[in-house]
């Protein structure tokens, strides 16, 4: 059974190789594979980790790596399930591997959500030092994989982050050329009609792939809920299985606010310990991320009111209160591309509120800002925070122009910059 597992998984060793969409972090990928230590992609359930890995293997193999020194295994493959509280297993699949192919020299070995299996660290350490295997990782729980990795696997791993589609990568896989200025006027009409669907339906390569909206929302909601109840509940042990779908839903529809704990765990009967758990599940298997308020001091900062946002837009569409305004979508599309590019993201609020603040950038985010009364509020928080040497964007659907408190872009031209 395993040996025809095998096969069906590894169509590369018949000379089948499929074309994937191209992501951004490949490149990553690629530079990696010449070094020593395991790779370990990360990131929430269906954000293409598999088919990364795979792009991998096409490049090998063009690069002239035999097709049958290559192995992937998805480890979630139901046949592994009565075997999964026994790392030593890992070991009987590859050993089955060798007596399939009898590859020679060098080998590469990609286990695809790896913490489906229990103590699997304990048997990628001990291959990685008695062997020439080059390990690639994945896994779609953060605290999983970085704990465990650094305990016992310091220094012999780099990651690579792996979020939905990005703004750039969904127009690449539309093939709309934004590589220069006139390749942006010429295909104006183009990206603004990609705009409009990236903001509403997010970055999950089988919902944009799909035009029925009710197969999209399907398609969001079954990823929520096998995340709820196949990373969350089985790994932590909760027994209240409905307050933890209930909590993640109703968040879904307070994107972009403040969070108050107290008045959650009213809302679901859950102590205010048990709400702040639930939420570093969520933050752990990629479904959303807290915000911190910005203060000088670290010890502040982690005390501070947080708010949340949500890690793929799409998820919006099936939150209980769904709104089509346009609004909330456009903020937490812009955190996400803030958050992907920098650790050091909060919040500013006083007397004034500014949504994001970032190497020394203030971000202010409104949707329309063609009423003054609106451009007023949204420019003037700037002055009330902006120190000496720091920047200011507007970020906007669609308004692109200089004002004297800050530069004012439209989404894409940020999401592109």
Request: net charge negative; aromatic share 14%; charged share 25%.
């Amino acid at each position: 059974m395993i040996k025809k597992i095998l096969q069906e998984q590894n169509l590369h060793w018949n000379g089948m190789l499929q074309i994937y969409a191209n992501r951004e972090q490949l490149d990553t990928l690629i530079r990696y594979l010449s070094l020593r230590q395991i790779i370990t992609i990360t990131g929430i359930r269906r954000c293409g980790k598999s088919t990364l890995a795979k792009a991998a293997i096409n490049h090998l193999i063009e690069n002239g790596v035999e097709a049958k020194n290559i192995l992937f295994v998805n480890l979630e493959q139901p046949y592994f399930l009565e075997y999964r509280h026994d790392a030593a297993y890992l070991e009987t699949i590859f050993e089955e591997y060798l007596k399939l192919l009898d590859p020679q020299g060098k080998l590469y070995v990609i286990f695809d959500e790896i913490q489906f299996f229990d103590n699997w660290q304990v048997y990628i350490k001990s291959k990685y030092e008695s062997s020439d295997i080059k390990f690639i990782i994945t896994g779609s729980n953060s605290s999983m994989l970085s704990s465990e990795l650094g305990t016992l696997l310091t220094g012999r791993s780099l990651n690579i982050h792996l979020n939905t589609f990005s703004f750039m990568e969904f127009l690449d896989y539309k093939q709309i050329d934004y590589s220069n200025e006139l390749a942006r006027i010429t295909n104006k009409i183009a990206i603004e009609r990609a705009k409009e669907e990236y903001l509403k339906w997010g970055g999950f390569y089988e919902v944009f792939e799909t035009e029925d909206v009710l197969v999209k929302k399907e398609l969001l909601t079954s990823y929520a809920r096998n995340i709820i109840y196949r990373d969350i509940i089985p790994r932590y042990g909760i027994r209240n299985s409905e307050s933890v779908e209930r909590l993640f839903f109703y968040l879904l529809g307070n994107a972009g606010m403040i969070l108050n704990y107290t008045t959650l765990a009213g809302i679901f009967e859950l102590s205010d310990k048990t709400v702040k758990e639930y939420l570093r599940y969520f933050e752990e298997t990629f479904l959303l991320q807290r915000l911190d308020r910005f203060h000088a001091k670290p010890k502040e900062r982690i005390k501070s009111m947080k708010k949340v946002y949500i890690k793929d837009n799409g998820f919006l569409q099936i939150a209980p209160k769904h709104s089509d305004d346009l609004g909330t979508a456009l903020e937490n599309s812009v955190f996400n591309v803030l958050s992907a590019h920098t650790e050091s993201l909060s919040y500013l609020k006083d007397t004034y509120e500014v949504d994001f603040y970032a190497d020394k950038t203030l971000y202010q985010v409104s949707y329309d800002i063609s009423e003054e009364k609106t451009r007023k509020r949204e420019l003037g928080a700037f002055g009330y925070f902006q120190k000496p040497h720091e920047a200011c964007k507007l970020i906007t659907y669609d308004t692109n122009e200089s004002a004297d408190e800050a530069m004012i872009v439209s989404f894409d031209r940020f999401a592109l910059s």
